[in-house]
């Protein structure tokens, strides 16, 4: 059999929830990798939330957080990490320029959290657990160094004046994606270097596997690179619009419907 090497959305589209990876997919993957596939999670979540479900899976693969933005292979103590961020200056022009549409914000380095304003409301997005430390305060004072990426939480009906100031005073340096559906009124600047794809093709490359050989599951928009750059992508049934315009097949099912399962077993042939 032509072994694989399968890269995995965790939100949307592995997980049942924000919270649980059920027991009938952990099994069936891990029966994957003793046929010899091969596993690699590809998240815009940080390590810190994402290392529960690498545990569950026993991975032994490189690590994409921040939709790119972090590679890391904790297990292997001569793999580099590769990192990308942010100019920190550019940033605090935007939140500066733009304060009186945003509410909120938060960016982080690694497992450091810096947050404008601690508040109920946004506790839930920045996946303050397992190591994390949060700092809170204006950014130009608490913010050392260039962060992975940018979070604006706007006001309502605001974040397309976030969106153009970037687009226009920072083309080629800084992108902006909006988060849309029920998070809408987020925005997240990130660096051209950051995107699944691009991190993907380098695991790919380090772990000996062709294009061809390479399957990728998401939902997002911010999967779009990812699964144009894996030889077969596979968009879940709700997927963003511009994800399902990309994606080589489109699964009649969703994350809650076992949807990577289900084409997997299909794909393999595999009884269930």
């Known amino acids: 059999m032509k072994k694989h090497l399968i890269a995995l959305d965790l939100d949307g589209t592995l997980l049942y929830d924000w919270d649980t990876l059920l027991p009938r997919a952990v099994d069936y993957l891990k029966s994957l990798q003793a046929q010899g596939h091969t596993l690699v999670i590809a998240t815009g979540?940080?390590?810190?939330?994402?290392?529960?479900?690498?545990?569950?899976?026993?991975?032994?693969?490189?690590?994409?957080?921040?939709?790119?933005?972090?590679?890391?292979?904790?297990g292997n103590p001569d793999f580099k990490e590769v990192g990308h961020h942010v100019d920190r200056d550019k940033v605090l022009d935007i939140f500066e320029s733009n304060r009186q549409h945003i509410d909120n914000a938060f960016c982080e380095i690694k497992d450091d959290i810096y947050l404008l304003e601690k508040r109920e409301d946004i506790m839930g997005l920045l996946h303050y657990f397992n190591g994390a430390k949060l700092h809170v305060?204006?950014?130009?004072?608490?913010?050392?160094?260039?962060?992975?990426?940018?979070?604006?939480?706007?006001?309502?009906?605001?974040?397309?004046?976030?969106?153009?100031?970037?687009?226009?005073?920072?083309?080629?340096?800084i992108l902006v994606r909006n988060w849309g559906d029920d998070y809408r009124f987020i925005i997240e600047l990130y660096t051209p270097k950051t995107n699944k794809g691009k991190a993907l093709a380098f695991v790919a490359e380090k772990l000996g596997f062709e294009r061809d050989d390479v399957i990728a599951f998401g939902d997002g928009h911010n999967d779009i690179e990812m699964l144009e750059w894996a030889g077969l992508g596979v968009a879940m049934k709700n997927a963003h619009e511009g994800l399902l315009e990309v994606a080589d097949i489109i699964s009649p099912h969703t994350n809650r419907q076992h949807a990577v399962e289900r084409f997997l077993r299909n794909h393999f042939n595999t009884k269930k």
């Open 137 to 173: 305060g204006p950014f130009n004072e608490t913010l050392p160094s260039d962060p992975h990426g940018f979070i604006v939480v706007a006001h309502k009906h605001r974040g397309q004046y976030i969106e153009s100031y970037v687009k226009k005073h920072y083309p080629n340096d």
């Open 45 to 74: 979540r940080p390590y810190r939330s994402s290392e529960r479900f690498y545990r569950m899976l026993e991975l032994n693969t490189p690590m994409i957080n921040y939709n790119g933005g972090l590679i890391s292979w904790r």
